[in-house]
């Protein structure tokens, strides 16, 4: 059973990466970006209520995102195992997603973090946010905005995970294979 937190800043590649390990490991992919997007697609209450912290590069309130993934561990109990991309994203999402996952007899074989500087970032993000029509990609200074939010709320998950000896990193500049292929030696040996 292989459970992956894939990490990293906006645009570091982990909706990426993460299509291709849930591929070759047959992984079930659960991106919160994702899902609150289809929220916000649907019209829901829970959707309309993102949409105004997502529209900013702000985070969505810990409950909203954390209420979604138990969901969604508890409806695959059959799962060879998950790739959690984009979550969590604070020490309390980190902390419930441990509880829900000791409930379910389960636990988080490892933190990957990809790295990527600032420029590069933001350089991906503007292009991707002519294509996406996502308004947070579109604006320079929400991108600006979601790295500090990064930077200040989301970096200090990484020690929650460097203290239980499950973290790890890989670089996230250069062609979407050669990544890939660092993270699948990573996932290997799990
Ligand atoms: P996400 O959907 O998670 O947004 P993201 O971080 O931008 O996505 P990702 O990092 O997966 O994109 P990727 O690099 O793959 O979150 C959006 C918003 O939702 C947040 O700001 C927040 O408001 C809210 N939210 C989500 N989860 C939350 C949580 N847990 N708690 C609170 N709020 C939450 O792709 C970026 C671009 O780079 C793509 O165009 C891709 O093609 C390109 N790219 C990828 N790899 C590349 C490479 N090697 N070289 C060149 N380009 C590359």
Same mark, same amino acid.
């Given at each position: 059973?292989?459970?992956?937190?894939?990490?990293?800043?906006?645009?570091?590649?982990?909706?990426?990466?993460?299509?291709?390990?849930?591929?070759?490991?047959?992984?079930?992919?659960?991106?919160?970006?994702?899902?609150?997007?289809?929220?916000?697609?649907?019209?829901?209450?829970?959707?309309?209520?993102?949409?105004?912290?997502?529209?900013?590069?702000?985070?969505?309130?810990?409950?909203?995102?954390?209420?979604?993934?138990?969901? %969604? /561990?508890?409806?695959? !109990? @059959?799962?060879?195992?998950?790739?959690?991309?984009?979550?969590?994203?604070?020490?309390?999402? $980190? #902390?419930?997603?441990?509880?829900?996952?000791?409930?379910?007899?389960?636990?988080?074989?490892?933190?990957?973090?990809?790295?990527?500087?600032?420029?590069?970032?933001?350089?991906?993000?503007?292009?991707?946010? %002519? /294509?996406?029509?996502? !308004? @947070?990609?579109?604006?320079?200074?929400?991108?600006?905005?979601?790295?500090?939010?990064?930077? $200040? #709320?989301?970096?200090?998950?990484?020690?929650?995970?460097?203290?239980?000896?499950?973290?790890?990193?890989?670089?996230?500049?250069?062609?979407?294979?050669?990544?890939?292929?660092?993270?699948?030696?990573?996932?290997?040996?799990?």
């Amino acid at each position: 059973m292989k459970n992956i937190v894939l990490f990293g800043p906006p645009g570091a590649g982990k909706g990426t990466q993460s299509t291709n390990i849930i591929e070759k490991y047959a992984l079930i992919h659960l991106s919160t970006g994702d899902l609150l997007r289809a929220e916000k697609a649907a019209g829901t209450e829970l959707g309309l209520k993102a949409k105004e912290f997502m529209e900013k590069g702000d985070l969505v309130p810990d409950s909203v995102v954390i209420g979604m993934i138990e969901n %969604k /561990v508890k409806a695959n !109990p @059959d799962a060879n195992g998950f790739v959690f991309d984009g979550f969590p994203r604070t020490i309390a999402q $980190a #902390e419930a997603l441990d509880q829900t996952l000791q409930e379910n007899g389960l636990s988080i074989s490892k933190m990957i973090a990809l790295e990527v500087d600032d420029d590069e970032l933001i350089k991906r993000l503007l292009e991707r946010g %002519k /294509v996406s029509n996502r !308004p @947070d990609d579109q604006n320079e200074e929400i991108i600006a905005n979601r790295i500090k939010v990064y930077n $200040a #709320e989301t970096a200090p998950v990484a020690d929650f995970y460097k203290k239980q000896d499950k973290f790890t990193s890989v670089k996230g500049i250069g062609s979407i294979d050669d990544i890939f292929e660092s993270l699948c030696k990573v996932i290997d040996q799990l």
